[in-house]
C-alpha cells in the first residue's frame, strides 16, 4: 500500500477550473494505476479517470471527457494530476485518488481494484 493526500480541491463557479493533486507519501510511483474516484452528496463512489503510470495510459469516464485531464508529473514521479475544467454543479462531491499496482484495464474503474485511497478534497461548484 501507498499513502496518497490529496489537494486543489475548493468552491469555483460553474464553467470554471480547478487542478486536483494526488501526491505519494514517501515513495515514488512505479507499477501503479492511479485513480480518481469521486462521490456525490448523497449519492455512491464513481470512477472519474485512471492513469497507468509506466505507460501514460488514460481512461475517463463519459460524464469528464474532454473537460477533465489526468496527467502524472514527470519530474517529481510521485504525483498525478486532475485538471478539472468546464466545471458544472453536477462535478460537486468529494473527489479521491487511489492507487495499486497489477489492475488488469478491465477493472481500472472499479473502485475495489485499488487498495490505496487518499483522505479525500472537496470540489464544491456553484451555478
Known amino acids: 500500500q501507498v499513502q496518497l493526500v490529496e489537494s486543489g480541491g475548493g468552491l469555483v463557479q460553474a464553467g470554471g477550473s480547478l487542478r486536483l493533486s494526488c501526491t505519494a507519501s514517501?515513495?515514488?510511483?512505479?507499477?501503479?494505476?492511479i485513480g480518481w474516484f469521486r462521490q456525490p452528496p448523497g449519492n455512491e463512489r464513481e470512477f472519474v479517470a485512471a492513469?497507468?503510470?509506466?505507460?501514460?495510459?488514460?481512461?475517463y469516464a463519459d460524464s469528464v471527457k474532454g473537460r477533465f485531464t489526468i496527467s502524472r508529473d514527470n519530474a517529481r514521479r510521485d504525483t498525478v494530476y486532475l485538471q478539472m475544467n468546464s466545471l458544472y454543479p453536477d462535478d460537486t462531491a468529494v473527489y479521491y485518488c487511489?492507487?495499486?499496482?497489477?489492475?488488469?484495464?478491465?477493472?481500472?474503474?472499479?473502485?475495489?481494484?485499488?487498495?490505496?485511497w487518499g483522505q479525500g478534497t472537496q470540489v464544491t461548484v456553484s451555478s
Open positions: 492513469i497507468r503510470w509506466n505507460s501514460r495510459t488514460t481512461i
Open positions: 487511489a492507487a495499486d499496482t497489477g489492475i488488469i484495464l478491465s477493472s481500472i474503474r472499479n473502485d475495489a481494484s485499488y487498495d490505496s
Open positions: 514517501g515513495r515514488t510511483f512505479n507499477q501503479h494505476t
